[in-house]
């Protein structure tokens, strides 16, 4: 299903703006991940005079891997009924089937959210590494699982992350952190931290932390009194972790906060209305991705 949400046009190009006038503030790079892309080319090394691996192999392509939530996995606008009773009723009828053990019915259900992974920050990340490198054949694992947080892509770690090796680790697993039911931003950090040290010990990847996408509080169960989200205290913590683990940062939630100030209400660049950014939203990750790889 294609996503059809489009930010109006004057706020785009403002939120485009800010994410290309952003400056990149980590001061480690993903430099083993470009030497990968400059050697392993997709072709025979005496092709290219970059020769076998250190295993005696051609060289694989390079390999990137996301973890992440819903805005990873290619989560846009919401399918939901705009009434939150008419919501709360589907989401307890949902709940119930899950309780139940009915598989079946459940997947005779209805989408709940527009999900288009073609236009994931993934994939134009992908695209925009492609211009770059116009030899190097990259590949990309989505790890993205919509509702999932840290705790759990923490749990999942060697399934989908280390198994396959790979030479970059994308990490974006804060918004759904639920402070009442999963620990504080102490907590959260800590596990952000053990996650990044698995991954270095276990794997030869660099390793990027994306701060988050804005998020506004979310309306779809009640009006006016959802508690404001919490996100900004992660943000903090994944800033340190990146620093103190001396790991790549991709700090998007910056060019989000950059866009309020340049007049870009949040609610007008959130597909959902709570915090799955619309298609110019993931061309920002995507930028500051990039901007890591500059210089």
């Excluded at 590949?139 to 060697?158: E, H, V």
């Excluded at 974006?172 to 991954?199: C, F, P």
């Excluded at 009194?225 to 683990?245: K, L, N, S, W």
């Amino acid at each position: 299903m294609h996503t059809t949400f489009r930010t109006k046009q004057l706020y785009a190009d403002k939120f485009l703006e800010c994410a290309r006038q952003a400056e990149c503030n980590s001061p480690v790079r993903p430099v083993r991940f470009m030497k990968v892309m400059e050697t392993n080319q997709g072709c025979l090394g005496v092709m290219n005079g970059m020769g076998v691996d250190e295993e005696g192999l051609e060289r694989r392509n390079p390999l990137i891997v996301a973890l992440g939530d819903s805005v990873t996995a290619g989560h846009f606008e919401s399918l939901l009924p705009t009434d939150p009773l008419e919501v709360r009723k589907v989401v307890e009828n949902t709940m119930e089937i899950i309780s139940s053990g009915d598989l079946q019915r459940l997947k005779n259900l209805p989408p709940m959210e527009v999900t288009d992974a073609r236009v994931c920050y993934l994939e134009i990340f992908r695209e925009k590494l492609i211009d770059k490198y116009e030899l190097t054949s990259v590949s990309t694992i989505n790890a993205g699982i919509a509702g999932d947080n840290l705790i759990q892509m923490s749990a999942r770690a060697y399934r989908d992350v280390i198994r396959y090796q790979p030479d970059l680790v994308l990490i974006n697993g804060s918004l759904n952190w639920d402070e009442a039911h999963m620990g504080s931003t102490d907590e959260y950090k800590s596990i952000l931290k053990a996650l990044v040290q698995r991954i270095k010990s276990e794997t030869k990847a660099d390793i990027v932390l994306l701060t988050p996408n804005g998020d506004l509080p979310n309306t779809m169960f009640c009006n006016s009194d959802a508690p404001m989200p919490t996100t900004g205290e992660r943000v903090v913590a994944i800033r340190e972790v990146a620093e103190e683990e001396q790991v790549c940062l991709a700090d998007v939630y910056a060019v989000w906060e950059a866009a309020r100030e340049a007049g870009c209400p949040w609610k007008e660049l959130l597909a959902n209305g709570i915090n799955h950014p619309g298609v110019e939203g993931h061309e920002v990750y995507a930028m500051v991705l990039m901007k890591l790889l500059e210089g």
